[in-house]
């Protein structure tokens, strides 16, 4: 059974960091691509950022670049967001993400999400 | 970035209906067109993949359709469960956007 569990989240204050983790289990990490989404209180859906299989390639939505930093570790089956200069707007439920491939990219498994909340 | 619109921001409905979400594109993503179903609390859940291409083990009431530019998620005849918030997302180019959601109330 395919399982993505985060950990990591709490509470930070405005300009701390925090690193999420997400350890897989019940697939093949490394044959994977994952995803980092998140979604502030009430609100929808963002995309936030992507790795490849063996972590030589990242790709970030622009509103996080310089300031997140993806990153896989295989031999620990764990993903990582590393979260640095955090904002208010930054609060959310973060949820990562195994993509899958057919005829398109699609994120077919989901964790339960951890909830980053930055407040003073 | 590729701006995705849902349309309507919500939608009540009854036990039994058909109903139908739309989702558009700011430009065409050819068939790269997910759809997810998200209930309060808790995680999103891939139905439609590639548009049209039902996810294993979602039901067959939901269908998807549509390329280019235009897509449309149809529930044929609502169940209790499926009072939910539904998303598209586009996987045509990064940054793989999400649509605004569209909240199906009873």
């Known amino acids: 059974e395919v399982q993505l569990v985060e950990s990591g989240g709490g509470l930070v204050q405005p300009g701390g960091s925090l690193r999420l983790s997400c350890a897989a289990s019940?697939?093949?990490?490394?044959?994977?691509?994952m995803h980092w989404v998140r979604q502030a209180p009430g609100k929808g859906l963002v995309w936030v950022s992507r790795?490849?299989?063996?972590?030589?390639?990242?790709t970030y939505a622009d509103s996080f670049k310089g300031r997140f930093t993806i990153s896989r570790d295989n031999a620990k089956n764990t993903l990582y967001l590393q979260m640095d200069s955090l904002r208010g707007e930054d609060t959310a439920v973060y949820y990562c993400a195994r993509t899958s491939y057919s005829s398109n990219w699609y994120q077919d498994y989901w964790g339960q999400g951890t909830l980053v909340t930055v407040s003073s | 970035d590729i701006q995705m619109t849902q349309s309507p921001s919500s939608l009540s409905a009854s036990v039994g209906d058909r109903v139908s979400i739309t989702c558009r594109a700011s430009?065409?993503?050819?068939?790269?067109l997910n759809w997810y179903q998200q209930k309060p609390g808790k995680a999103p859940k891939l139905l439609i993949y590639a548009a049209s291409s039902l996810q294993s083990g979602v039901p067959s009431r939901f269908t998807g359709s549509g390329s280019g530019t235009d897509f449309t998620l149809t529930i044929s005849s609502l169940q209790p469960e499926d009072f939910a918030s539904y998303y598209c997302?586009?996987?045509?180019?990064?940054?793989?956007?999400f649509g605004q959601g569209t909240k199906l109330e009873i």
């Open positions: 997302q586009q996987t045509y180019s990064s940054p793989y956007t």
């Open positions: 430009q065409s993503i050819s068939s790269y």
């Open positions: 019940g697939f093949t990490f490394s044959s994977y691509w």
């Open positions: 790795i490849n299989g063996d972590g030589s390639s990242t």
